[in-house]
């Protein structure tokens, strides 16, 4: 039996990710009670009707009293102006800690409003699914999945510790890094492959008119792993390229760089430069599978309803 | 019990798709007797082992004699070349089809080279895995995705509807349409997103001395549904680059267009227009659950191995 590593943990924000936590922190005994808000007065309406957590507060400096964890599970965009809120209600020794997938922007926005009593270790679970809101959650969504924490310099030891045990006991394995190299490690894994799918199903979206449903319809030839992607929560998507700027510029630039070339040798006709580049990308391939973060069965795992 | 629709069916080429029709033909009897050759000895060595089809045999030549239904399963820049060679050896009254991934390309490189008395109906499965070769095939590989024909002006209302009754019995549902609108709706839902895909994933094959292995250590982010797609065969996707050029470029250039748009937004820190670009994909994603193309199961329907 796992020991309740927090006695309150408090969630700013109910979406899929503060959802999964709060089933997953329930089904281990990871703390002994949960606390949670929302600025949407119908998601606080889901969470207490659902029971997601013990006490659904109004507001944020409500839901954080007495909190020895505090999770921000909101937008990026939105930190500022919690972290401003929840401040002065914050009790002394606590952690605070986020999910956003962007954390330099996250250190800067959230630190400055953070009293010198608590400590702040950012935090990024990778892990996701298309859909979001209170509803979205499951216990299971961050099993052998990565969860990447960024602690600043001088961070406590015991503090991290505990929140590390807390995502080991949600299943995560841990990986620590500075802010800046995760934010461009997030450029090239998630943020710009984000963004290239939501183009991608935009150009088909306009493309609908003239092939009518046939875009829907064939989209199992390729299409569809897009869709997935691009299927995503668009405020957190939003600010996850206002915030991780420049990192998301500079892979997008090289991928358009590496596409014109590749544009060019179809225009050309050079057979050779189009087979040699397809060959080098099997080894990612394979390199994911035997990190197991896939699987390789034939159908890709999916059932054929 | 169905009565086998073909006395004999002949593969040319003998890789994921070939080798999943014969599993598919042999477990619902849908022909009495089946053929097949490859180019490679090494395929031909590996299907013999298998006992894959019934007769393997050296040359296309052979292995289309007396057969009534001949299945093209090359690569699309092959297609001629064997066309040239089974053309005097096909029998009276056969019909031969294909399984490219281009139409048009396809009737251009094998009509010239058919005789009259056989039936050309040229078709495409929408169907695939990361895998290739004649162990990769599996029976259920056809089930509930749709395969497409593009009959000839002309075509014999008898073949096509014996053809047809082969996929249904595969567990495909038919469509039929002309070449150029087939080539076209593929660059949108195919085509295209896989040399976008093939991109990414070389992008961050070049950044992987950056990063060591964190691109595949954190690939569930995100990346991993485009390794999945960049991992099918080289030379087909050579083969569908090449030979469907104007219309991949035309949907390329759509693409690139909308991707400058979102960059520019992003550098201007415009989050409105990010966010209602995203937020107009999840249609789209909706229509492709609704039409049972895929599965909207939280992890997506992978095993957490």
């Known amino acids: 039996m796992t020991t309740a590593l927090y006695r309150r943990v408090a969630f700013v924000g109910l979406g899929l990710i503060a959802s999964s936590m709060a089933h997953a922190i329930r089904g281990a005994s990871l703390a002994a009670q949960m606390s949670?808000?929302?600025?949407?007065?119908?998601?606080?309406?889901?969470?207490?009707?659902?029971?997601?957590?013990?006490?659904?507060?109004?507001?944020?400096?409500?839901?954080?009293?007495?909190?020895?964890?505090?999770?921000?599970?909101?937008?990026?965009?939105?930190m500022a102006d919690i972290a401003r809120e929840i401040g002065p209600h914050l009790a002394p020794g606590a952690t605070v800690t986020d999910v956003g997938s962007v954390k330099q922007a996250v250190i800067d926005a959230v630190g400055p409003h953070l009293p010198g009593h608590v400590h702040f270790i950012p935090g990024h679970p990778l892990a996701g699914t298309e859909h979001s809101g209170p509803r979205a959650g499951f216990a299971?969504?961050?099993?052998?999945?990565?969860?990447?924490?960024?602690p600043l310099e001088g961070c406590d030891a015991g503090a991290l510790d505990r929140l590390t045990r807390l995502w080991q006991?949600?299943?995560?394995?841990?990986?620590?890094?500075?802010?800046?190299?995760?934010?461009?490690?997030?450029?090239?894994?998630?943020?710009?492959p984000h963004l290239i799918a939501y183009?991608?199903?935009?150009?088909?979206?306009?493309?609908?008119?003239?092939?009518?449903?046939?875009?829907?319809?064939?989209?199992?030839?390729?299409?569809?792993?897009?869709?997935?992607?691009?299927?995503?929560?668009?405020v957190m998507w939003?600010?996850?390229?206002?915030?991780?700027?420049?990192?998301?510029?500079?892979?997008?630039?090289?991928?358009?760089?590496?596409?014109?070339?590749?544009?060019?040798?179809?225009?050309?006709?050079?057979?050779?430069?189009?087979?040699?580049?397809?060959?080098?990308?099997?080894?990612?391939?394979?390199?994911?599978?035997?990190?197991?973060?896939?699987?390789d069965a034939p159908d890709f795992g999916r059932q054929n309803t």
Chains 1, 2 share one sequence.
């Open 36 to 78: 949670g808000t929302a600025r949407s007065a119908e998601t606080r309406d889901i969470a207490r009707e659902i029971g997601l957590v013990d006490q659904v507060c109004d507001t944020a400096a409500e839901a954080v009293a007495g909190a020895d964890l505090v999770v921000l599970c909101a937008p990026v965009g939105a």
């Open 140 to 150: 299971g969504l961050f099993r052998n999945r990565w969860c990447i924490l960024t």
């Open 169 to 192: 006991g949600m299943g995560s394995q841990i990986d620590l890094m500075d802010a800046p190299h995760h934010d461009l490690v997030l450029a090239v894994t998630s943020h710009t």
């Open 199 to 234: 183009t991608m199903v935009g150009v088909a979206d306009d493309l609908r008119r003239v092939t009518d449903s046939e875009v829907i319809k064939y989209s199992a030839a390729g299409f569809r792993d897009f869709t997935r992607i691009a299927a995503s929560d668009p």
């Open 238 to 295: 939003r600010d996850v390229f206002l915030t991780n700027k420049d990192a998301t510029l500079e892979i997008l630039g090289r991928f358009t760089e590496e596409l014109f070339a590749l544009q060019r040798a179809i225009r050309r006709g050079d057979g050779a430069q189009l087979q040699d580049y397809f060959t080098r990308t099997r080894a990612i391939r394979r390199g994911i599978i035997e990190a197991g973060q896939d699987t």
